[in-house]
């Protein structure tokens, strides 16, 4: 829940700064003819849209589990990150469509002061939101919320592109204007291509390998435990659950193997952030000879 809030609030902060910028961004357009500032604002809007799908995650994140959701909803998320690519592709499409017109039909640009202060406007708001966004996605382990932040840092660096197509138009150079519209679309594409690598992976139950390593010292280090085995570790929105396996005594009670899988289990929550829940299950050490790592696969292939 505290996850949740934090991220929406982190939402509506940002979708009404890239609102105004995008708002200042298209009056100037209007009365200037630059593509180079249309295709930033209009990534600008499409940036600022894209709060609604992710709003709707963490709207659906907070519904409990069902007995059909077992899991609950965090996956909504990774569907708002695809979405997010979604709405990153169609603007790359249209900034390089406005850039590519305006290449075959060449048309002057006015209003240069102004299109330049829109630049800086541009490039202001979108690193203020960047990291804004990054900052809380990383710190509620929301891998859609940081994507959108790494979105809107690439508008930022885009504005500052605009900049430099102004200034080579004030010289005379009227090509510079469409030329850096191409270019913004060349950078979009690179956000896209990170962006969707985060979605990705965690599309695909990816963690960063510290944590199964941090997992396994917990594990190891709880009272009663003699080895770790297996440790499995996804995110399911921006929380953690983890499956493990630990050995214990062979001479051990069935009660005394529960306790010690549930002080594993303790010790895995406190040292694993942002994790919600986790499943140990108990082995018995295997007799003298029999090499453990083998025990360990055998069982999971079992399984």
Do not use: K
């Not at 998320?77 to 169609?90: H, K, P, R, T, Y």
């Amino acid at each position: 829940m505290e996850g949740s809030a934090a991220g929406m609030r982190a939402l509506w902060i940002s979708l009404g700064v890239l609102a105004v910028t995008a708002a200042i961004q298209a009056v100037v357009v209007a009365l200037s003819g630059s593509v180079a500032l249309f295709g930033d604002s209009l990534h600008n809007a499409a940036d600022a849209l894209t709060a609604v799908p992710l709003a709707v995650a963490f709207t659906l994140a907070r519904r409990p589990p069902t007995r059909r959701y077992t899991y609950g909803y965090g996956r909504a998320e990774d569907l708002a990150g695809i979405a997010i690519l979604a709405v990153i592709a169609l603007s790359s499409a249209g900034s390089a469509y406005a850039a590519v017109q305006r290449l075959l039909h060449p048309q002057p640009v006015s209003h240069l002061a102004a299109v330049a202060v829109a630049a800086v406007a541009g490039f202001t708001g979108n690193e203020l939101v960047a990291r804004y966004r990054i900052r809380v996605g990383r710190r509620i382990g929301s891998a859609a919320l940081v994507a959108d932040g790494l979105h809107a840092r690439t508008d930022g660096l885009t504005s500052l592109a605009v900049l430099l197509g102004a200034g080579g138009t004030a010289l005379g150079q009227d090509w510079a204007d469409p030329v850096v519209g191409l270019l913004i679309t060349v950078a979009i594409l690179a956000v896209l291509r990170q962006a969707a690598r985060e979605v990705y992976r965690r599309l695909m139950d990816a963690v960063d390998p510290e944590l199964v390593d941090r997992a396994e010292a917990a594990l190891r280090a709880a009272p009663g435990v003699l080895a770790a085995g297996d440790v499995r570790l996804r995110w399911i929105g921006h929380r953690l659950r983890a499956e493990c396996e630990v050995i214990v005594d062979r001479e051990a009670t069935a009660v005394q193997a529960h306790g010690v899988a549930v002080a594993a289990e303790h010790a895995l929550l406190h040292a694993i952030p942002r994790l919600s829940a986790a499943l140990v299950h108990a082995d018995p050490e295997p007799l003298a000879g029999i090499d453990l790592h083998a025990v360990l696969a055998s069982h999971r292939s079992d399984l």
